[in-house]
């Protein structure tokens, strides 16, 4: 497997991703698991990929790290793995699904809501689900939707928000929250790994009144489990074409 995150320049997300992987391990020991960053880190998922085909790996999964399908999943990693196979025509190559949506993340946010002292469900909490935001509409409807599936769960009401390039903000979601009357608006990070986005959503979500922020969802259980399952379905994908192909 070859895990590709978006990449960025604060040291805590590749530590972050690090740690993701290590528990990715632990669910599958013996499957040989390589970190990879589209930008800001080494090494890219280019030299990774070369790296394996120069060791004699014959084939690879290629898995993004990502929370939704975007720009980097429709474009940036399709072009990389277009330049590895005209260098490489040998390894064969399978990428695997963006992690979300996927109710296991789902858990993961109400796991880390529960670190950040907030009860799963609460029926006195709203909830602003804060995603990075994209330039993608299909990207953003993911969360919007993400977060209407998510009121059924308990809470008093769930909304989106977007850290860029969409609205609203966190802080005027948290601020319209609290004008319609919850007691009480918690903001759930939709991001894998802390850096200038998560660090940003923090601060202004807590100067416009958010009573609990909760932290990235990192190496929770539910992430490293989708993770392993979203491998285990590029591998029966694969299975399932051979077979058809085998049929014709």
């Known amino acids: 497997m070859v895990a590709v ?4 320049r604060d040291p805590r997300a590749a530590a972050t991703v690090t740690g993701l992987l290590a528990a990715v391990r632990a669910l599958r020991p013996g499957l040989p698991v390589q ?16 790296a394996l085909a120069g060791d004699g790996a014959a084939a690879a999964v290629v898995l993004p790290l990502l929370l939704t399908a975007a720009y980097h999943s429709k474009t940036d990693l399709p072009g990389v793995l277009n330049r590895v196979r005209a260098r490489r025509p040998r390894l064969a190559l399978r990428t695997a699904a ?4 996927h109710p296991l993340l789902t858990g ?5 809501l529960a670190e950040a002292g907030v009860e799963p469900g609460d029926p006195d909490t709203a909830v ?5 935001g994209s330039s993608d509409d299909s990207a953003n409807a993911t969360i919007w939707r ?3 599936e998510w009121r059924s769960r308990g809470w008093r009401g769930v909304v989106p928000a977007f850290a860029s390039a969409s609205r609203p903000t966190p802080a005027e979601a948290v601020a319209a929250l609290r004008d319609a009357g919850a007691p009480r608006v918690a903001v759930a990070s939709y991001f894998l790994a802390p850096g200038h986005f998560a660090d940003k959503v923090r601060a202004e979500s807590l100067d416009a009144g958010a009573f609990a922020v909760s932290p990235v969802l990192g190496a929770a259980p539910e992430v490293a489990e989708l993770v392993v399952r ?6 029966a994908d694969r299975v399932a074409e051979g077979r058809t192909a085998t049929a014709v």
């Open 128 to 132: 602003v689900l804060v995603a990075a």
């Open 5 to 8: 995150a978006h990449g960025s």
């Open 98 to 101: 963006t992690l979300g949506p």
């Open 108 to 112: 993961a946010l109400e796991r880390r």
């Open 35 to 50: 970190a990879s960053f589209l930008d800001h880190a080494p090494p890219s998922p280019d030299r990774a990929l070369d």
């Open 230 to 235: 979203r491998y285990d379905e590029a591998l």
């Open 146 to 148: 993400l977060a209407r």
